[in-house]
């Protein structure tokens, strides 16, 4: 590793839904340490952290999503009535464009690597040129959750799919060191932690005023659908009542930590930061302060461990 006080690192950001955010608290934390992001490979919500990195508008995504609460997190569930997803992610996707506007991924001053999956060819894809949300899109996509994206003929979906923890694509960076963010790390709260969490959420508030009838309605259809997402799982004495979208995330969730270790052990990167898979459930958006704070404590964590084990990585000033 170069020791030269010119210190930069290929950033790899890894898939696993609303855990992702806490890759913003480990951008902050690797920055307050004096290290530089020289390039970043990503996948799924990885890519769309990535993204906004290199395209210099990370803050202003994290300043929004920090502000979104469990309502109107589903004001961004578009339904696609028909296709191979549950959600289109038009809604979601045009209110990301908004804050960061349009750019070719070669033109981004941070090299960003794109990780998705060809689903037909059955082989990850390196998306490094075209438009940047459109590879965003393809990468987060979810599969039977959010349809496919069509890229140069290609229907593509999550890039966690066959690769969680991109690390290969940074091989040949010119930078000094690679640091991997892995979201599937060993649980660190399990048991009725969780559900005590979210019963506590739930947990009705006096209204200021009368509610209209038609936020009642509102209201109403939204618990509906809450529960048909999988939003409310408390256990029953046969165990977890899981949802089909339940199903579909852990699934996947098991799935890509599998993969992951795989990937890990072939390409080891020279710190691996990992944050616990039950930091939050995959579509918990709404918790992204408590979970971009898990995300700088883990990275600080990690750092101070290298460094106490003779490491270079961390330094405080």
């Not at 790390?185 to 959420?201: D, F, T």
């Not at 259809?221 to 977890?240: C, M, S, V, Y």
């Amino acid at each position: 590793m170069n020791t030269s006080d010119k210190k930069t690192i290929s950033l790899v950001l890894g898939s696993g839904g609303a855990r992702g955010l806490a890759h913003i608290g480990v951008i902050r934390a690797l920055e307050r340490n004096g290290w530089k992001i020289g390039a970043i490979a990503g996948s799924s919500i990885g890519a769309l952290i990535g993204g906004f990195y290199a395209a210099g508008k990370l803050d202003e995504y994290a300043e929004w999503v920090e502000e979104l609460t469990e309502f109107n997190v589903l004001r961004y569930l578009d339904i696609a009535w028909r296709g191979a997803g549950m959600l289109k992610g038009q809604m979601i996707m045009e209110t990301l464009q908004d804050f960061v506007g349009r750019h070719k991924i070669e033109d981004l001053p941070t090299p960003l690597t794109i990780v998705a999956t060809d689903v037909l060819a059955r082989k990850e894809v390196w998306l490094t040129k075209g438009d940047l949300f459109d590879a965003i899109r393809a990468s987060i996509a979810v599969p039977t959750v959010m349809t496919p994206h069509m890229i140069n003929g290609r229907p593509l979906l999550d890039g966690g799919i066959l690769n969680p923890v991109p690390i290969a694509p940074t091989l040949q960076d010119p930078t000094d060191a690679v640091i991997a963010v892995s979201l599937s790390g060993v649980p660190k709260h399990m048991g009725g932690s969780n559900r005590l969490q979210r019963r506590e959420m739930k947990t009705p508030q006096k209204p200021a005023r009368e509610k209209h009838r038609y936020q009642k309605k509102i209201e109403e259809f939204i618990d509906q659908l809450q529960e048909r997402l999988g939003f409310d799982n408390d256990e029953t004495e046969q165990g977890p009542n899981l949802s089909i979208t339940d199903t579909a995330l852990l699934s996947l969730d098991a799935m890509q930590a599998s993969i992951a270790r795989c990937m890990l052990a072939a390409y080891p990167p020279d710190l691996l930061i990992e944050i616990p898979i039950d930091t939050c459930g995959a579509h918990e958006f709404y918790r992204a302060a408590e979970v971009i704070a898990a995300g700088e404590y883990w990275a600080q964590v990690a750092l101070d461990r290298f460094s106490a084990d003779n490491g270079q990585l961390p330094n405080h000033d």
